[in-house]
Each structure stands twice: as structure tokens, then as C-alpha cells.
């Protein structure tokens, strides 16, 4: 149980157009979902926290027309890299908080790889 | 003084031995502790999960938590190739969405 997916896994774009990647919780419901940041052999950055069907809180720094987060239902968060550039390169993961037994677990994704060129 | 401290190792075994993983922080409202396994380009894997202080045993892996010396341990019994991964603590407070991670720790075994 409490699997999480990503889509895509990994994706190159030009610089200046935009990217989508969806997280989905499969087997729970979950009620706030995380999108984090990685860059290589670091720890994960949280970039912003989105509950079902409100706003996103994001952290301090990470621009919030840049990274347009919207949790639609309470299986399905998607994040959105609006005009994509090379710094913007990076391993992308979501993770899901359900409720119940698994409200303070965080299931994460496999994670995207996103490559602006 | 960061919320979480992991040293980031590498540590390197050989098969069998036993893996020692350690964090500590200064944030006295943590009240779940939750160790981490990430292979390389992959997302992170929830290994152990705990509520306050205590041990917690799940097969080869034995997790263990101190609240009065803000410490967290990780045990890996028996230790496999399979097991090399990084480890990364992460901890929350009650209430709390966010989670607070060490930098983790990058561990090799050897065959």
C-alpha cells in the first residue's frame, strides 16, 4: 500500500516553454501532497505544500508563478515549470500525506527528471 | 545551528556487518521520526516510522529514538550489497505537514 506515482519520469525541454509533471497517489486518498527539490548527492528542498483544493503554501524563495502547483482531487497534485529554464534543471519528487495510518507518513514518488536545454 | 543533523558519510562496510546511521536535532517539538532509503535516481523510500521515543524493529532494520538527547539511530543487521543506498532521518512535529530532513547518508557494501 501508499504508492505514489510520477509522470512523467523524466522529460528534456527547450528553455522558455513550460512542463507539467502529475503525482498521484494510488492506493489512499491524500489530503496534502509535497513537491521537493533535489539537486544532485543533496537532501531534498521542499518547494511547496498543496492540500486538496486550495492554494499551495509555498516556501520562502520559490517563486509561485514559476511554479504553478494545483491539487485538484485528493489522488492528483501537478506541478507546472512555467517558462522553463536551464537553472530550473533538476530531480523534481512528490511525496503524499494521507489520513489515518498514514497521516504523518510521507510516501514519496519516483521522482522526475527534468532537463531544460 | 541547523534543525537536523546527518553526517553525510560515505560509509563503506562489508557484507554482513552491521550499519550504524545516526541524526540528531535541536527542535524538542519533533515528535515523529521516519528513516528514508534513496537509491541513486530514485524517490525516497519510507523504511521505519516513529512515534517518540522508543525502538522500533522491523526484520534486519532496527530504528531508535532518544527525545532527551535529540538523537535517532538506524540499524541494519546483516548488512547486503542491496542495502547500499543513501539514508536520510526526517522528522516532524505533532500537527506539523512539514518534514525536516537530515542530509543523509550514503552508505556502500561491500560483497
Known amino acids: 500500500g501508499a504508492v505514489v506515482s510520477q509522470h512523467p519520469s523524466r522529460v528534456i525541454c527547450k528553455s522558455g516553454t513550460s512542463v507539467k509533471i502529475e503525482c498521484r497517489s494510488l492506493?489512499?486518498?491524500?489530503?496534502?501532497m509535497f513537491w521537493y527539490r533535489q539537486f544532485p548527492k543533496q537532501s531534498l528542498m521542499l518547494m511547496a505544500t498543496?492540500?486538496?483544493?486550495?492554494?499551495?503554501?509555498?516556501e520562502q524563495g520559490v517563486e509561485k508563478d514559476k511554479f504553478l502547483i494545483n491539487h485538484a482531487s485528493l489522488t492528483l497534485s501537478t506541478l507546472t515549470v512555467t517558462s522553463a529554464h536551464p537553472e530550473d534543471s533538476s530531480f523534481y519528487i512528490c511525496s503524499a500525506r494521507g489520513e489515518g495510518p498514514h497521516s504523518y507518513e510521507q510516501y514519496f514518488g519516483p521522482g522526475t527528471r527534468l532537463t531544460v536545454t | 545551528q541547523k534543525e537536523v543533523e546527518q553526517d553525510p558519510g560515505p560509509l563503506s562496510v562489508p557484507e554482513g556487518a552491521i550499519v550504524s546511521l545516526n541524526c540528531t536535532y535541536s527542535n524538542s517539538a519533533f515528535q515523529y521520526f521516519m528513516w528514508y532509503r534513496q537509491y541513486s535516481r530514485k524517490g525516497p523510500e519510507l523504511l521505519m516510522y516513529t512515534y517518540s521515543s522508543g525502538n522500533k524493529e522491523d526484520g534486519r532494520f532496527t530504528a531508535q529514538v532518544d527525545k532527551s538527547s535529540k538523537y535517532i539511530s538506524l540499524f541494519i543487521r546483516d548488512s547486503q550489497p542491496s542495502d547500499s543506498a543513501t539514508y536520510l532521518c526526517a522528522m516532524s512535529g505533532y500537527g506539523n505537514n512539514r518534514l525536516a530532513f537530515g542530509k543523509g547518508n550514503q552508505v556502500v557494501v561491500i560483497p
Open positions: 498543496s492540500n486538496e483544493g486550495s492554494k499551495a503554501t509555498y
Open positions: 492506493d489512499f486518498q491524500a489530503t496534502t
